[in-house]
């Protein structure tokens, strides 16, 4: 199981300490570990056929149902994609929300490219962006994807607002960072002279110079 699904497993309930649980906690706590399964092999099937060529067929044979059975949790491929997404944006560190604005952006852009490169959930989400940018993507995705893009919009306008960015259009540079972001996982190899942290630091410090203010370094300390 990876480490997202763990994570939600672990937010479940605890119920030993007070006894059996009543059934309908018991079933709820079923449905929720097999709807993290269900994501799990989405995001296996996204990230190896790609949105388009992805069949819910194939993500209910790889855990157990029938096409029929899995639509009781998921109406649609789009519903997976954009729950992927918002389990994303859920999971983003607290440096993100705290400290000082190019701080909290480094943080980001880290968490951001450690997903993609590294987890099937980021790279099923990186293979498929240009779903997630589409005009006519569907309301959830879109929706999703507005929730993501909050995120680094909130810092960039902070950063603005403190004097530390330059006045720039915040959405457009958004969508230019992310579409940075989600290309580093298309021509890093993990095996390759420099480590995943250099890669990270190098392209942020590519980005940051076209948003911090005149004088400013761009240079910061990577994290440990």
Known sequence: ??????????????????????????RELRQTRRRMEILEAAAEEFAIRGYHDASLQRIGDKVGLSKASL?????????????????????QPAEVSEGEPAERLREFMHTHVSRVCTTVEGQALADNS??????????????ARRRYEDVLASILRSGIASGDF????????????????????QWYQPSGEFPLERVVDDVMGILLTGVLADGRSSSIAPTD
């Not at 639509?71 to 859920?90: C, F, G, N, P, R």
């Not at 240009?130 to 929706?143: E, G, Y």
């Not at 330059?166 to 972001?181: E, M, N, S």
């Open 1 to 26: 199981m990876s480490e997202q699904a763990d994570a939600h497993a672990s937010e479940a309930p605890e119920y030993a300490a007070v006894g059996e649980p009543p059934a309908k906690r018991r």
């Open 71 to 91: 639509y009781y949790y998921v109406s649609s491929k789009s519903d997976l994609l954009a729950e992927l997404l918002i389990a994303a944006v859920d999971s």
């Open 130 to 143: 240009d779903v997630l940018m589409s005009k006519t993507a569907p309301a959830n995705l879109a929706a």
């Open 166 to 185: 330059r006045d720039v259009p915040v959405r457009p540079v958004v969508k230019f960072i992310f579409a940075g972001l989600n290309s580093v996982p």
